[in-house]
């Protein structure tokens, strides 16, 4: 596609139910980023795939979170057993070359409400 | 925290005005970046500027870089009430993967 693609663009849940958020990077883009905002806030940084390499997951935040990037392209970020802290909206971005060099290209978001 | 931090956390002007936002950060960098967002939108990239860059021009957008102060702002000229948004700076720093982004400057542009 033209951009970066993330479904659902909002989700409800109830505490302790499992969430999966996906998003579809630009074609062609070798890192893919999760971050997490909350509402006011600025960005926090969740995880980094970059090619075939290990990712980065020294951002999330507890072992309830984790993320998978199949066949280089398209990520999905599941949170098991939600609480309502992790009510924010979370962000994915593609960049055409790793190591934080070039500029990235954000989806509109998936905004997550646990109630 | 190595994140940035923008400064002032919201500023209001006339159109026609212009717009000075500050970033601050911690570390070394390789480049720094800044972006806006819209209200309920995601985050578009306005400009980026290396480390061996002390300015840089994009239409209405002027960005100054002093590493020697670890410290980068952001003007608007002749601002429009389309410029309404928040903007945010992303600092990459040497080493790493990641970008760290600072809280933000919430833009009110009134007509």
């Known amino acids: 596609g033209a951009g970066v693609s993330q479904s659902p663009s909002n989700k409800v849940t109830e505490k302790g139910k499992d969430v999966e958020l996906r998003c579809d990077p630009i074609?062609?883009?070798?890192?893919l980023y999760w971050y997490r905002q909350s509402l006011g806030q600025g960005l926090e940084f969740l995880i980094y795939f970059q090619g075939n390499s290990a990712p980065d997951k020294s951002g999330l935040p507890s072992d309830r979170f984790s993320a998978e990037r199949t066949g280089g392209s398209v990520s999905t970020l599941t949170i098991q057993r939600t609480q309502q802290e992790d009510s924010a909206v979370y962000l994915c971005?593609?960049?055409?070359?790793?190591?934080?060099?070039?500029?990235?290209?954000f989806g509109e978001g998936s905004r997550l409400t646990v109630l | 925290s190595q994140q940035g931090e923008e400064d002032p956390q919201a500023l209001s002007i006339q159109e026609g005005e212009n717009a000075t936002m500050n970033c601050s950060y911690k570390t070394s960098i390789n480049n720094l970046q800044w972006y806006r967002q819209n209200s309920g939108r995601g985050l578009v990239h306005l400009i980026l500027i290396r480390s061996n860059e002390r300015e840089k021009h994009s239409g209405r957008l002027r960005v100054t870089l002093d590493t020697s102060k670890k410290s980068s702002s952001l003007l608007i000229t002749a601002s429009r009430a389309a410029d309404t948004a928040s903007y945010f700076c992303?600092?990459?720093?040497?080493?790493?993967?990641?970008?760290?982004f600072g809280t933000g400057t919430s833009l009110t542009v009134i007509p």
């Open positions: 074609s062609g883009h070798t890192a």
């Open positions: 971005a593609s960049s055409q070359t790793g190591g934080a060099v070039g500029e990235l290209f």
């Open positions: 992303a600092t990459a720093p040497n080493t790493g993967n990641q970008f760290y």
